[in-house]
């Protein structure tokens, strides 16, 4: 398939981007036919002539391949799973290959077997090889075509489909489907739909018939991207998902069956890492009133479809979702717990952190399910919590109550009369909220009753989506602890439900307080979504730190936790986009189970330990590896998290391996979260605020594993950015236009002066405080005298408060300067050793600034500044997805644009056609371009929230990255 590829690219005069076809996943010609516009760049390909000559490749090849729109497909066949949804499932080295005519190739026979299917995806169905190829055989024209049949599992379920009636009021959607509700016993959870189950999008034409109905639409598929936001292929993860679920035992009934044999194969499902499920509430009654149809079947007890109408093109947009679960609308919150909550609370009495989230849209339903006065997910957990607790082996535990919220990027008490708290970090990388007030509870009615008090605290508003709207995310949290060490935590269940994510429409007509709600909320919840497409990405930097609630929840996804997320829709079609955008943020965190999986089995925690440890072999390399296994072997799974082996390379430190180690002994009275929380001691500890834990936490500095050349080629890169950040001016609180100095302009005294009176002081105070060197003092007496100093524990002590000092300074910089191009975060510095000092020098005459300049930046220019390449690529990647986001916002400002513009261009057209046209007929087409007028602010009102939203949070992370953090307080 590589040389057919090649072949095709060479006649277009492609072929020198062969290795960024394939690097990109790109290696089969129907991948190809799928590239957009928007791939061309991540494809490296930039020149007018190539993307030119690729464009044409990509129309003859889509004409060329076999799809039901070019009609090289029969129109027996449904065209949902035609062209290449699944192309990962080809086996490219063994599979028949159709070439495009173009090339002049003989199209090989149809049904070769072959690699074709792949053979596991028909074993764990339980279905033959053979029978998926008759069923083909069946459906497909005798021509080149039914390759990419053979390819696509689904095909199967097309057949299985067709036997059965589709149920009533869906059935030209249910037609194409795979699956049906009403068969779940003969539609087993399969791996094979596993496989198939990214997010498949169809179009269902209003304009075509069909065999059976007049107006049967015709569906069609719309071509999904082949990169993702980062210009990752999308379909590795699938391949990935589909290969690491593999071996999970398929379920052959529906959710709620009881059978004991069934039973351990729900667990095994139930056991991992992180589950996503779907609920569905049902219409209510305004929507009812308004006559508003239901337009997210469920497909089974896996899927849900949305039927998105597109008035523009006629056509229905279907979507298609696979997840752990779906739950319909008439399933209990007593049922989605057991396939929820339940197997959570067990995992916590094992000694493990486990957080249940409900994400959805306002008004979808996730108070209903989570928090719940009476019947929320949390009362049935707790009853379960009080049960174990009672057993023999449980005595010596008690359960307290915590319960608190996040309001406009602050935490509150809610059983403390909203007292405000901070989180932090403890040096097992465990998440403590400070100063957290929690009741030890008894029983059920005493959870409820502290509820009540803490609910009747909580942050809601009413809004044009839901009368009684959460305005905070709020965090339930029941924790495990010995009942004689309070300060102990054996396993902590958290229950949260998040704010709605909402449009402007949604508020309705509100004031500025609620939209400015809105805004931090649906800006917490993209830090989320980053986080976790960090973390999808295999980042060992995710972006936690973006939000307090991404903070928060840190611990849902690092290290030995469990996490379920439940994303709550609304089915009716004024909510479609809403519901559609909640689904696929589903979709983004399932994809995270392929790696969660990889690491995580169903055994307890310590045997999950050790699994992880021996399978994160592909996240350690050479010396590291070795080292950690030696550690192992040595300590058990005690891994210090600021180790570092013999070459100085830094072990892993981002939760994961380190977490895990540290957190799950062999001994089960060791407590896996032993530790005296802050929140039990004083407030000043205050003073070690967040950034300083930061340093804290990665408690080594990775500088010591860079060799001098990177040092010296960060300083450079720091250097010269330094010079262009002092030469800019840009306040960090009053943002506005950015003033370009010329390069080389510097700072006046006055304004030096200006900026050093509240920073200065304070750091001079210090200062004195701590015996640090004077600001006056030589750049490099400050080096030596500190990197003289071989006492590590002062070293440390002194960096840090260099750090916090340098990040004042800073500040100090940014509010009274405005810069495009400011210096990157400081990470971590380590005074300079002597040899690295010259080199330093060196650098520091060649780029950098005259000796008469303020003892500030002489001051700046002594620390060894870096910045962790892996950050800079997480920036980067952020930024990526920040044009993408906002590309897709201008596009659908486009179409705003073109539908308005086509009405009032009709309207033209009218009056030219029809001279005689009545004043009746002119006032009701005012009244109806006056309606699609509102309806075009309202949609554009609502994708310019969103695009600044997109754009707030890469601000967001810049300042994040110049080290502008809020809780640097002056
Ligand atoms: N599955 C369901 N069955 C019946 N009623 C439901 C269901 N889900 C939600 N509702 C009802 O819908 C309304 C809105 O639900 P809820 O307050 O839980 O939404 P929400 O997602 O938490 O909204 P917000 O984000 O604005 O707080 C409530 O009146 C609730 O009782």
Redesign the pocket.
């Known amino acids: 398939m590589a040389t057919l590829l090649l072949e095709t690219l060479r006649k277009s005069e492609l072929d020198q981007y062969l290795t960024n076809f394939s690097s990109n996943g790109i290696t089969q010609l129907e991948s190809l036919a799928q590239l957009s516009m928007q791939d061309y760049n991540s494809l490296g390909i930039v020149s007018i002539q190539d993307r030119k000559r690729l464009f044409k490749l990509v129309q003859s090849l889509r004409q060329e391949l076999p799809t039901k729109e070019n009609g090289l497909v029969s129109s027996s066949t449904p065209s949902v799973y035609h062209h290449q949804t699944y192309p990962s499932a080809i086996d490219i080295s063994t599979s028949p290959v159709m070439a495009p005519s173009f090339l002049a190739m003989d199209s090989p026979s149809p049904l070769t077997c072959g690699g074709g299917l792949s053979t596991n995806a028909s074993a764990s169905n339980g279905v033959s090889e053979n029978s998926i190829l008759s069923t083909n055989r069946q459906h497909v024209n005798g021509n080149a075509s039914s390759i990419y049949q053979l390819s696509f599992p689904s095909t199967l379920h097309h057949s299985q489909q067709q036997q059965q009636p589709a149920p009533a009021g869906n059935s030209t959607i249910t037609r194409s489907r795979s699956r049906s509700r009403l068969l779940p016993d003969q539609h087993p959870r399969s791996e094979l739909m596993k496989s198939a189950k990214s997010t498949t999008d169809l179009f269902i034409s209003y304009n075509q018939s069909s065999d059976d109905e007049e107006d049967t639409p015709e569906i069609r598929r719309s071509a999904n991207p082949l990169l993702n936001s980062y210009g990752v292929p999308v379909q590795n993860s699938n391949v990935n998902n589909s290969n690491n679920t593999s071996n999970v035992t398929s379920l052959g009934t529906g959710h709620f069956n009881n059978s004991s044999s069934n039973y351990s194969l729900c667990l095994s499902e139930l056991n991992q890492r992180i589950r996503v499920c779907v609920?569905?509430?049902?219409l209510?009654k305004k929507e009812l009133e308004r006559g508003e149809k239901d337009i997210s079947p469920t497909v089974g007890i896996s899927s849900i479809n949305v039927n998105e109408p597109n008035r523009s093109d006629k056509y229905i947009e279907q979507h298609s979702f696979t997840f752990d679960d779906v739950f319909d609308?008439n399933d209990s919150n007593s049922q989605i717990y057991q396939r929820t909550a339940q197997p959570l609370v067990n995992y916590v009495f094992n000694g493990g952190k486990a957080t249940c989230f409900?994400y959805?849209?306002?008004?979808?339903?996730?108070?209903?399910?989570m928090l719940?006065a009476q019947h929320g997910l949390y009362v049935l957990a707790a009853r379960d919590v009080f049960s174990l607790l009672c057993q023999p082996e449980h005595q010596h535990l008690s359960a307290y109550i915590g319960f608190y919220e996040i309001y406009q990027g602050q935490l509150y008490d809610l059983l403390a009369a909203r007292k405000k708290l901070f989180a932090r970090e403890d040096g097992k990388q465990n998440v403590v909220i400070v100063g957290l007030k929690e009741y030890v509870i008894k029983n059920v009615d005493d959870l409820m009753k502290v509820f009540e008090h803490g609910n009747q605290c909580r942050s809601?508003g009413s809004?044009g989506?839901?009368s009684?709207?959460?305005?905070s995310h709020a965090i339930l949290q029941i924790l495990l602890k010995p009942t004689k060490n309070k300060k102990s935590i054996i396993g902590k269940l958290s229950f949260v439900?998040?704010?709605?994510s909402?449009r402007g429409a949604d508020r309705g007509e509100t004031d500025v307080k609620t939209r400015m709600e809105g805004a931090e909320i649906n800006k917490s919840l993209l830090a989320l979504k980053e986080c976790i497409r960090a973390l999808d990405q295999d980042k060992r930097h995710t972006p936690f730190r973006q939000s307090k609630l991404t903070q928060v929840l840190k611990d849902s996804f690092v290290g030995h936790s469990r996490t379920c997320m439940i994303a709550?829709i609304s089915p009716n079609q004024g909510n479609s986009e809403h519901t559609l955008n909640t689904l696929r943020y589903a979709d983004r965190v399932k994809e995270l189970k392929g790696e969660g999986d990889r690491r995580i089995s169903g055994e307890a925690p310590l045997a999950r330990a050790r699994v992880t440890n021996a399978q994160d072999d592909d996240y350690l390399n050479g010396h590291a590896k070795k080292e950690l296994d030696n550690n192992v072997m040595r300590n058990g799974l005690s891994i210090k998290s600021n180790q570092h082996n013999s070459d100085g390379l830094d072990l892993p430190q981002d939760g994961e391996l380190l977490l895990n180690g540290e957190n799950f002994p062999t001994d089960r009275d060791v407590h896996i979260l032993d530790e005296v929380f802050p929140h039990e001691a004083s407030s000043h500890d205050r003073s070690n605020d967040d950034d300083d834990n930061q340093d804290n936490h990665n408690g080594s500095f990775p500088h010591s594993s860079l060799s001098t050349a990177d040092l010296l080629r960060t300083r450079c890169f720091d250097n010269k950015d330094s010079d262009s950040f002092i030469s800019g001016t840009r306040s960090k609180r009053q943002p506005g236009p950015y003033h370009h100095s010329p390069p080389g302009d510097t700072l006046s005294d006055t304004a030096i002066g200006e900026l050093s009176q509240n920073s200065a002081l304070r750091i001079k105070q210090q200062n004195q405080h701590t015996n640090e060197p004077s600001y006056q003092q030589d750049q490099f007496n400050l080096s030596v005298s500190s990197s003289a100093n071989n006492n590590a524990a002062s070293t440390t002590s002194h960096s840090r408060q260099l750090s916090g000092d340098y990040r004042r300074y800073m500040d100090s910089i940014y509010s009274k300067s405005d810069t495009t191009h400011a210096p990157p975060r400081l990470l971590h510095y380590q005074p300079l050793l002597p040899q690295q000092q010259q080199g330093y020098a060196y650098q520091l005459q060649s780029f950098h600034r005259p000796q008469q300049q303020p003892t500030f930046y002489s001051y700046y220019d002594s620390l060894t500044v870096a910045v962790d390449p892996e950050m800079i690529e997480e920036f980067i990647n952020f930024h990526r997805a920040e044009i993408r986001e906002t590309g897709e916002c201008s596009k659908r400002e486009t179409k705003l644009l073109t539908h308005i513009s086509l009405i009032m261009a009709s309207h033209k057209d009218d009056d030219n056609d029809d001279d005689d046209d009545n004043s009746t007929q002119q006032q009701g087409f005012n009244e109806k371009i006056t309606t699609e007028f509102y309806g075009y602010l309202n949609h554009l009102d609502q994708v310019l929230e969103m695009k600044m939203a997109t754009i707030d949070a890469l601000r967001g992370q810049i300042r994040l990255m110049r080290g502008e953090e809020d809780d640097v307080s002056f």
Do not use: F, M, V
């Open positions: 609920r569905k509430r049902p209510n609308i409900a959805g849209q306002t008004g979808s339903g996730k108070t209903y399910t719940d809601t809004t989506a839901n009684d709207s959460s305005r439900d998040l704010a709605g909402e709550t």
